[in-house]
């Protein structure tokens, strides 16, 4: 099945400077790749997505690359902020073809200091 | 607009015992999915129902099973709990069966220990 690789485990960056997470994936044929973010006692929240008929996407200060033939994608956090601490999952899915599963990667813990 | 809630919040159970975990799904969702989240680990997709029907089951022994009722709450069950399966249990909701519409929302979880 679909494995999900996340680096780092955790990523500490002083407040102002950029935060960069990246993925991989073990299955050409997922098209889906959601990023989520999960503060503490919360459930998963959806911060950005990306298809794969897409290369880049951009909202506000994140942005996320996928990189079809190397099976990766980041997530770009600029000027962060100390709300921008928190933990985040990458995933990856083959929609209706896996059972609209998420199959996500380990997790990073963003520590922003002010 | 009420999120998804999840029922209880924290719960403590043996070895041996059953569990049944409950979700209400956001307003005009008809799909609910099951994740289990271990400390410190992504979560793990367990179940999804769709229009009361099983659409989709993880990697998980049949000690784990699931329902949707007509109302689109759904509850989870585990019977015969180890050790392992103490952990964060979410319900995400949406409105379509399918993952990739940028509409899965998540609880904030039951938190299970099983000593």
């Known amino acids: 099945g679909e494995n999900v690789e996340q680096h780092p485990s955790t990523l500490s960056v002083q407040e102002g400077d950029s935060a960069v997470i990246k993925c991989t994936y073990s299955d050409s044929a997922s098209n889906y790749f959601p990023w989520y973010k999960q503060e503490l006692g919360k459930g998963p929240q959806l911060i950005i997505d990306?298809?794969?008929?897409?290369g880049e996407k951009k909202d506000q200060r994140i942005a996320v690359t996928l990189n079809k033939t190397a099976k990766h994608f980041s997530l770009h956090i600029t000027e962060t902020q100390p709300e921008d601490s928190a933990v985040y999952f990458c995933a990856a899915s083959k929609g209706k073809a896996a059972g609209n599963k998420l199959t996500f990667g380990g997790g990073t813990r963003v520590l922003v200091k002010p | 607009d009420a999120g998804v809630t999840q029922s209880p919040t924290h719960l403590i159970k043996t070895r041996g015992q059953h569990v049944t975990l409950r979700c209400s799904p956001i307003s005009g969702h008809k799909s609910v999915s099951w994740y289990q989240q271990v400390l410190g680990q992504g979560p793990q997709f367990i179940f999804q129902y769709y229009e009361k029907e099983e659409r989709g089951r993880g990697n998980f022994p049949d000690r784990f099973s699931a329902r949707q009722f007509p109302n689109y709450s759904s509850e989870l069950n585990v019977n015969a709990l180890l050790l392992g399966d103490s952990a964060l249990y979410l319900c995400?909701?949406?409105?379509?069966?399918?993952?990739?519409?940028?509409?899965?929302?998540f609880g904030e979880g039951s938190r299970l220990t099983v000593l």
């Open positions: 990306i298809r794969s008929n897409v």
């Open positions: 995400a909701s949406s409105w379509g069966a399918q993952v990739d519409t940028g509409e899965l929302f």
